[in-house]
């Protein structure tokens, strides 16, 4: 089936404005994740929610960030007041639970631009 | 979480065989290792997982040692292809709520 996917895959925005990123996990994918990757950086966690479960928000870096996921399925990310500093591709990933370990299955992301 | 520790950089050429070592001195029992790759302008991607001995798959495999410090990524006989950026992850089952730490990685350079 397909893979999980990101829109917009690029979005430039100026310095204050609010941003909304969306996140389409693959179909019946219990968990779903947001990680934030700067530029030749590693992958930092932001939030992850599990079916009906309270979302685990502990790597969302200010209040400026939040994350809703409606219906168990699609997800958004919205950064409000962006800073030049949010600049940074937000990756998404979802994953079933199936067997012991949680295999992750990424988007293709999205790669925000704050002037 | 098990914190790791991997070389920042590789350089090989095609055909060869590239092995990324990676260190997790605090792993824990319930901890499994995991390898993404991550080419440019994309997601990471599933490689190989696995708890101890050694684990095959089409792609690589990965050697845990008994003590399960660190564990190596075996890539056979790269191509220009496999350039991209290696991770190392350790963590928990589901059941413990696992969200993945991904450090700085291994970037590996495939040469002609």
């Known amino acids: 089936g397909a893979g999980v996917s990101q829109s917009p895959s690029n979005k430039v925005t100026e310095k204050g404005k609010d941003v909304e990123l969306r996140c389409d996990p693959i179909?019946?994918?219990?968990?779903l994740y947001w990680y934030r990757q700067s530029l030749g950086q590693g992958l930092e966690f932001l939030i992850y929610?599990?079916?009906?479960?309270?979302?685990?928000k502990s790597g969302l870096p200010s209040d400026r960030f939040s994350a809703e996921r409606t219906g168990g399925s699609v997800s958004t990310l919205t950064i409000q007041r962006t800073q030049q500093e949010d600049s940074a591709v937000y990756l998404c990933?979802?994953?079933?639970?199936?067997?012991?370990?949680?295999?992750?299955?990424f988007g293709p992301g999205t790669r925000l631009t704050v002037l | 979480l098990a914190k790791t520790t991997q070389p920042i950089s590789m350089d090989s050429y095609e055909g060869q065989e590239v092995n990324i070592t990676c260190s997790h001195n605090?792993?824990?029992?319930?901890?499994?290792i995991t390898w993404y790759q991550q080419f440019p302008s994309q997601g990471p991607r599933f490689i190989i997982q696995?708890?101890?001995t050694k684990v095959t798959n089409e792609v690589a495999s990965l050697f845990i040692p008994a003590d399960r410090k660190s564990s190596t990524l075996s890539l056979p006989r790269v191509s220009l292809s496999d350039t991209a950026v290696y991770y190392c992850?350790?963590?928990?089952?589901?059941?413990?709520?696992?969200?993945?730490?991904f450090g700085g990685g291994t970037r590996v350079l495939v040469k002609p």
């Open positions: 605090n792993i824990a029992t319930n901890d499994y």
């Open positions: 929610f599990q079916g009906n479960s309270a979302p685990d």
């Open positions: 179909s019946g994918h219990t968990a």
């Open positions: 990933a979802s994953s079933s639970l199936a067997g012991p370990t949680d295999t992750q299955y």
């Open positions: 696995g708890y101890k």
């Open positions: 992850l350790v963590g928990r089952t589901k059941a413990a709520g696992n969200k993945l730490t």
